[in-house]
């Protein structure tokens, strides 16, 4: 007679956690949300962290870790991973975690498949935190397709992820959709009189495109002069960025307001905002506009990715990808209507506020671990 086994200890291997973005927020979350759960988590960082924001998260929740001492000089180099994983194989195989879940698979993973002494029957599960594509092909390791084959089974945030891993990666394996975790929180009042203070939410990196916002808000100026943008946010892009107002003589009508925590920081930067406007290039499900659907916001962002899945006609407003002049009309356009920014806040909450249960995604992905083990 045969017993269903229930899943006990899982491996997290992420190759980074110094940005406050959205692969480090659900690689946190997610352990502390397992431990919930009874699960016994440790996580296996590839770099020594640079912000000790997400460290002090785990340790508060008393979840076990590991990290080397020492920073990549470049980040193509693969040395610091190697050895980090034969430092820690012995332990590794010893603890025998029942699944190990890679967000990324990356330089950390591929390291562990590669080591002689490694246990190669643990299943590996990978949650991909892009779209994969041409335009997104610098951020995965030369190597990766090579050892897509060792994986058990990707979890897709999004159709348009999934359909990358299938068609750029050529993936032949189980794909299961499991929707972003993210953390809900209290709907904040709506304040129409405040609709010319708008923000941008993220990393302060190229892709995210806020160079392209900057440029958009130079020409929406002239049009609304009362308009300001607040950027909070820090990234290697920050000092580019901030040359770049100043050369446009932007300063009085674009403030940069530095970093905000998540989870709880996000809150207090909510409350001063009715429009939101994130510009990436490129994204799979971006946490941000999750977390501000759910907080009843409008937002206003760029057609890349999953964002069309998330952001419908009458929750949210979409422009070109890449296009200037279509995110300041339509910047332009949303506050001319501003009798349907009310209507649209509440939408936007319903739309993604089922789909976005995070107790319930958590279930799926223990379920998932469940079947693996059996």
Not at 248 to 272: A, H, Q, R, T, W
Request: hydrophobic share 40%; charged share 20%.
């Amino acid at each position: 007679m045969s017993t269903n086994k229930k899943v006990k200890k899982i491996a997290i291997f992420c190759d980074f956690l110094s940005a406050l973005g959205g692969c480090e927020y659900y690689n946190v979350l997610l352990a502390k949300c397992l431990k919930e759960n009874g699960i016994e988590v440790r996580l296996y960082i590839g770099e020594r962290p640079v912000l000790h924001y997400w460290i002090n998260e785990l340790k508060s929740s008393n979840i076990f870790y590991r990290t080397p001492h020492i920073f990549h000089k470049n980040l193509e180099e693969r040395n610091i991973e190697k050895k980090f994983v034969s430092n820690y194989v012995d332990e590794i195989n010893i603890w025998s975690p029942d699944v190990i879940h890679t967000h990324p698979f990356g330089k950390l993973t591929i390291s562990w498949l590669e080591n002689k002494f490694s246990k190669k029957d643990i299943p590996i599960v990978v949650t991909e935190y892009t779209t994969p594509s041409n335009n997104t092909s610098h951020w995965f390791d030369k190597e990766y397709i090579k050892y897509l084959k060792k994986v058990s089974i990707y979890i897709a945030t999004c159709q348009a992820v999934e359909d990358g891993i299938k068609k750029y990666f050529h993936f032949k394996g189980k794909i299961v959709k499991i929707p972003h975790l993210v953390v809900d929180s209290k709907i904040e009042k709506v304040n129409l009189n405040n609709i010319y203070s708008m923000a941008f939410l993220g990393r302060l990196s190229p892709e995210k495109g806020v160079s392209s916002l900057i440029l958009a808000w130079n020409f929406l100026i002239q049009k609304v002069p009362q308009a300001k943008l607040h950027i909070y946010g820090g990234g290697n892009a920050e000092g580019y960025l901030k040359g770049l107002v100043k050369s446009l003589n932007l300063e009085n009508s674009i403030i940069f307001e530095g970093l905000y925590k998540p989870y709880v920081g996000i809150n207090e930067v909510v409350k001063k905002h009715l429009i939101f406007i994130q510009p990436s290039h490129f994204e799979s499900i971006p946490t941000t506009i999750i977390e501000l659907m759910l907080r009843q916001r409008v937002v206003i962002a760029s057609n890349v990715g999953g964002i069309p899945e998330l952001i419908k006609k009458q929750s949210g407003y979409i422009y070109k990808n890449g296009s200037v002049e279509s995110l300041a009309v339509k910047i332009i356009n949303v506050l001319l209507n501003k009798r349907n920014l009310e209507k649209i806040a509440v939408n936007a909450r319903n739309s993604v506020l089922k789909k976005y249960n995070i107790k319930i995604n958590v279930n799926k992905v223990i379920k998932l671990y469940n079947s693996l083990i059996n």
